[in-house]
T-cell receptor, first 115, second 116 residues
Framework: DQQVKQNSPSLSVQEGRISILNCDYT??????FLWYKKYPAEGPTFLIS?????DKNEDGRFTVFLNKSAKHLSLHIVPSQPGDSAVYFC??????????????FGKGTLLTVNP | DGGITQSPKYLFRKEGQNVTLSCEQN?????MYWYRQDPGQGLRLIYY???????QKGDIAEGYSVSREKKESFPLTVTSAQKNPTAFYLC???????????????FGDGTRLSIL
């Protein structure tokens, strides 16, 4: 059962426009969400995160929005640049209240920004 | 520079052999993790360790083993019992200051394991 879903395997946008990557989750016990960017044959790079007590977090061109009632988060990239072309993974942490710090990852969305 | 080093970048294994993947970090992080990535799939957790001399199974631990004798090192052994070992293996680490710590995991550049 996939608890973190990225339903769009790929997304293509023009340079300078907005990229919106979406992520849905099913477990209401997730309390912390992260976005990672990954280039081929490299490890994922942390981009931005958001706690479940917030609904928005912004860092430069990247903004993450969280809608807890819909169990949905999105990553907005404005303006998109060709260097943003990569696979983006959504991840969520389940807080069991103990020492559990496991992350559950979505399958990723391949973003292509065309010049 | 601080970071996570995985070696080698490419590794080949013969059928029936065990192979060990190296992961070293100099970030002074308490927690370390091993993930596996298959084509078109997300990252799946194999094992994780929050402190030295302690580790827990992740979601797909069968056929793998780990050790955590030093804070900076978390080697992963892919045993012959792992029936489908060909994959991209990623090591990660994070600081740990409690169950509510919002610290991201940072990843190495991975090791691609292939079966000859």
């Amino acid at each position: 059962d996939q608890q973190v879903k990225q339903n769009s395997p790929s997304l293509s946008v023009q340079e300078g426009r907005i990229s919106i990557l979406n992520c849905d989750y099913t477990n209401s016990m997730f309390d912390y969400f992260l976005w990672y960017k990954k280039y081929p044959a490299e490890g994922p790079t942390f981009l931005i995160s958001i706690s479940s007590i917030k609904d928005k977090n912004e860092d430069g061109r990247f903004t993450v929005f969280l809608n807890k009632s819909a169990k949905h988060l999105s990553l907005h990239i404005v303006p998109s640049q060709p260097g943003d072309s990569a696979v983006y993974f959504c991840a969520a942490r389940f807080n069991s209240g103990g020492s559990n710090y496991k992350l559950t990852f979505g399958k990723g969305t391949l973003l292509t920004v065309n010049p | 520079d601080g970071g996570i080093t995985q070696s080698p970048k490419y590794l080949f294994r013969k059928e029936g052999q065990n192979v060990t993947l190296s992961c070293e970090q100099n970030l002074n992080h308490d927690a370390m993790y091993w993930y596996r990535q298959d084509p078109g799939q997300g990252l799946r957790l194999i094992y994780y360790s929050q402190i030295v001399n302690d580790f827990q199974k992740g979601d797909i631990a069968e056929g793998y083993s780990v050790s955590r004798e030093k804070k900076e090192s978390f080697p992963l052994t892919v045993t012959s019992a792992q029936k489908n070992p060909t994959a991209f293996y990623l090591c990660a680490s994070s600081s740990w200051t409690g169950s509510h710590s919002n610290q991201p995991q940072h990843f190495g550049d991975g090791t691609r394991l292939s079966i000859l």
